[in-house]
Each structure stands twice: as C-alpha cells, then as structure tokens.
C-alpha cells in the first residue's frame, strides 16, 4: 500500500541549516512532499528556499520537464478564489535574489550538504510501503511549489501569524496527505531515523509517534531547557495519565485521522503540549521512541526563551486542564470550598448547640458563603464535563471520518 507523506518543516531565521534538511529529507524520504513554512524570517532563509525551488524548476525546464515551476496566490477579489498558476514572470522577479542568497550560502557554509551522503539513501530500504508526494490545497496564502527529480515535490509556504503553533495549525489546515511528518529546520533532528520511525508508525497503526531526543553530550540542552523539559513532562503526567519521555519535542509523525480532527489553539512552543494532551484525552494510538539529537551547527540559535515559554507551556498545561477535564478541575474546588466551610462552620455549630446562640454572625456568613460557593462549583464542573464530553465526541467523529488503516 503507497502512502501519501507529507514533511512540515517550520522555518524561522534558518538560513545556516534550511537547505541541509531538505537535502536530508530528501535523501531518506525522496517522493516525499517537503512543506517549509516561513515564519517571517528576516534573514535570507526564505531567499534560499526560493533559489533552491527556481534551480530546480529551471533543471527540470532543461531537462524537458516544463511547467514544474507553479506559484499560487489567491487574489481578494472575487472572481480568484481558486488557485491561479502565475507565469514565469513571478520566477524572474525572484531569481536574483534568490540566486543572490544561494551564492553567499554556498560561499559562506562549510557544512557538507548530506544528499551525497550514500549512507542516507540506505535507510530506505527499512520503509514499509513506497511513498508519493501529498497534494496542496488551494489556500489563500502564498505558496510556491516545485517537483523534484526523485519524484517528491518542494512547497514554500508564508505563514505571517508569528509561532510554532501558527505554523503548525496553517500546516494542518493547508495540506492533504496520509501521514505527516513535522520537523524543525536546525538540523538538530536526526532525519536518518526517519524510515526506521515511519516503519514503527504504519506497523503499529499509530495516530501520533512522539520522537524524543536523546543527547548525544550534555552540551546539546541548556540545563534550564532540560529540567523544565522535565518538570513540565510530568505535570501533565499528572494531569492527564501518560508519561512521555520528552513531551515537548518537535520531532512527530501524525495520521491524517490526528491531523484533521486536531482543533490547534496555541500560537507558540505550546503546540507540542496541545498535541500530546489532545491524543491523550482523544484516546488515540500514541507511541514514544528515541532518536540522536543533535547540536546547532555555528551560526545557528534556538528560538526558544527559557522562562518566558516555559510559562507559556505550563499555562497552557493549566488551561487545557480547565478545558478537558473541568470535572476535576472543579469539583476539586467544590470539595476546598466545602471542607474550608465545614472547618470555620464546627465551631459555631458545637456553640450553638451550647448556648442557643449564634455569637459571630460574620464567620458564619463566611461558612454559608462558602458552602453555596462549593455548590456553584459542583454543579459548574458537572455542565462543563457534559459540554466537553459533546465536544469529544465530536473529535472522534471528525478523526473516524479520515480514519484508514495504513
């Protein structure tokens, strides 16, 4: 059975690594759709992408392939909600350019591009099935798009809402494919695992592979990234059951099923969060393996701010707790509420019962207050369960719909 692998590459301010992983997709999944997202980067990242698109169209054009080349830009205005194929005209706009930024790349990296890699075409041979490139949905951002020789195809989308989590909620909206692959664009991320990865994914019918990262030297993870890593992992173990490794990689494999019944919310690093609680509470087949990660090359910096996303991440933890499970969330306070009231309330009871007598009225308000309080809570947190509870069910409806076996 051929399946449709779609590799979504978020891309922010990577002009030193870009190129190397398309190259290194490239090499282990060669019919692949390789997907890059620019995230509004303000170095020659998107300039590199666009050269290596416009090479490979003008090789395929030489080669008697023509018509590789296709922009698609949805115009505002009525009459173009459909994709229009721009001409050559938009290709010369941006050959300069991008010829510019592919020439100062070649001059300035010393890093050896991994497609002559032969080691890396032999990880192909563990694939479970033969692989087509995922089709493009007609989308209403600009995108660019080439086939390469081996067969794959190369997509440069703009995703202009700034964050991982935009990237990826653009990435699941815009493209169709069979299964999904997302990825970082730092060269971090051992893309020779892939194969072996997608063999354990299709084997075990998974809707969600969560690839940890395994160091290799300790240089790699800056302590504060690792123990909030940690920290994090295992408040939503806590929360919501299942203990992953390293909840917070960016290195996943999703079934359509996942994708397209997956409702994204967050805007940053959240999204790694919002994907493993998601799977968790839906039920869905998830798995955990490990794979080499690796340090930045020279040049290359991580996005990722240690306090500030690290807050982000655990608010996220406590919204998606109010959000999925509002049953414990509120009933947990119903229970503070009353027993809160139960301990200020025994002592006035026990003096009432001596002397008849309420003397302080004030705390007994305060007891009362809490009780309807604890009331409120209890029956707030049951409506809420059953309107998340239709909420879930209409996931799963939504996830059987695109369900398959693969």
Not at 15 to 25: A, F, M, R
Not at 232 to 237: G, I, M
Not at 367 to 378: D, E, F, P
């Amino acid at each position: 059975m051929t399946h449709d692998i779609c590799v979504i590459i978020s891309c922010y301010n990577e002009e030193h690594t870009i190129l190397q992983v398309i190259d290194e997709v490239s090499a282990v999944l060669p019919q692949a759709h390789i997907a890059v997202f620019d995230n509004n980067s303000t170095d020659s990242s998107k300039s590199l992408v666009l050269g290596r698109i416009q090479m490979l169209a003008n090789s395929a054009n030489i080669d008697g392939g023509g018509g590789t080349y296709q922009s698609f830009i949805e115009s505002s205005a009525p009459e173009s909600k459909n994709k229009v194929p721009k001409t050559q005209d938009f290709a010369a706009k941006i050959n300069v350019e991008s010829k510019r930024a592919e020439s100062k790349r070649l001059d300035s990296a010393s890093l050896d591009s991994p497609a002559n890699d032969t080691t890396l075409f032999n990880a192909t041979s563990i694939t479970p099935t033969s692989i087509n490139p995922a089709s493009i949905i007609p989308t209403s951002i600009n995108s660019v798009s080439t086939i390469m020789p081996n067969g794959g195809r190369l997509s440069l989308f703009s995703t202009t809402t700034q964050g991982k989590g935009a990237v990826i909620a653009d990435a699941f909206a815009l493209l169709d494919a069979d299964i999904y692959v997302m990825i970082d664009g730092d060269t971090q991320y051992d893309t020779a695992f892939l194969p072996q990865a997608l063999a354990h994914f299709c084997q075990n019918q998974l809707d969600m592979l969560n690839i940890a990262r395994a160091t290799i030297n300790d240089s790699v993870h800056r302590k504060g990234h690792s123990f909030g890593n940690k920290l994090l992992s295992t408040a939503a173990a806590i929360f919501f059951g299942k203990n992953f490794g390293d909840m917070l990689s960016g290195y996943r494999i999703f079934s359509r099923a996942f994708v397209k019944s997956f409702p994204a919310q967050s805007k940053g690093f959240e999204i790694e969060t919002e994907l493993s609680v998601f799977a968790l509470q839906q039920n869905l087949r998830v798995d955990e393996i490990e794979a080499p990660y690796k340090s930045r090359p020279e040049g290359s910096f991580s996005k990722l701010h240690t306090f500030r996303d690290g807050f982000r991440i655990l608010f996220m933890i406590f919204q998606l707790l109010f959000t999925e499970r509002p049953l414990l969330v509120f009933g947990f306070l119903s229970v503070l509420s009353f027993a809160v009231s139960l301990i200020i309330g025994v002592d006035i009871f026990m003096e009432f019962l001596e002397t008849s007598r309420v003397a302080r009225f004030p705390t007994l308000f305060v007891c009362v207050g809490l009780g309807v309080i604890g009331v409120v809570l209890g029956v707030a947190g049951m409506l809420a369960h059953l309107v998340v509870k239709g909420s879930k069910e209409a996931r799963r409806m939504a996830y059987l719909n695109h369900k398959k076996i693969l």
